[in-house]
């Protein structure tokens, strides 16, 4: 009975104080390439500034002078500004080449906000855009970004089925 009643009392005061419930995730896309079943799964949360280092973007970079940092990378998704405390940022991102899982690590999204979640191509247009190779050994994620006023492309993050995950431009083997 103290047990039920602590507990009780906890998520009382969870819910008062506003505790963050956890994060649910969305299914973003799903194929199957080569008969290798792909799902990519994104978690929003809500931004938090404590829980990040923010700092000014280097002077003369291509951003603005107004532009800033979440954890060493440019914001992406509100004009280069520090959103306020609560706007979505991506807080996970996870895809499944069959039976293997992949976590993109968090610096590689955090810097990312409102992230649009619809990866379908309608009427000329595709919000999110994801590229999967043709072996179905790594996947492309672009994110379409933004609130609506500025909307844009976020460069993209590569996954791979062997783990490795990158932000970089994509390169080609030099001849």
């Given at each position: ?34 008969d290798i079943p792909i799902h990519i799964y994104m978690t929003e949360r809500p931004f938090d500034p404590a829980n990040h280092k ?105 996954v791979g089925a062997d783990g490795k995950c990158s932000d970089e431009e994509l390169r080609r083997p030099e001849?």
């Amino acid at each position: 009975m103290k047990l039920a009643l602590i507990s009780y009392l906890f998520f009382g005061l969870s819910v008062a104080f506003g505790a963050e419930k956890a994060p649910k995730q969305r299914l973003l896309f799903s194929a199957t390439v080569r008969d290798i079943p792909i799902h990519i799964y994104m978690t929003e949360r809500p931004f938090d500034p404590a829980n990040h280092k923010i700092t000014p973007a280097p002077v003369g970079s291509k951003a603005g002078s107004e532009a800033k940092l979440v954890d060493g990378r440019l914001v992406v998704g509100r004009d280069g500004a520090i959103p306020k405390a609560g706007i979505p940022h991506l807080a996970g991102l996870s895809v499944l080449f069959g039976d293997r899982r992949v976590d993109v690590p968090e610096h590689f999204i955090a810097h990312i906000f409102s992230p649009h979640d619809d990866a379908s191509f309608r009427d000329g247009f595709a919000d999110t855009i994801v590229s999967v190779s043709a072996d179905g050994k790594a996947v492309i994620i672009s994110f379409g970004v933004g609130d609506g006023g500025g909307t844009t492309f976020h460069r993209g993050i590569f996954v791979g089925a062997d783990g490795k995950c990158s932000d970089e431009e994509l390169r080609r083997p030099e001849p």
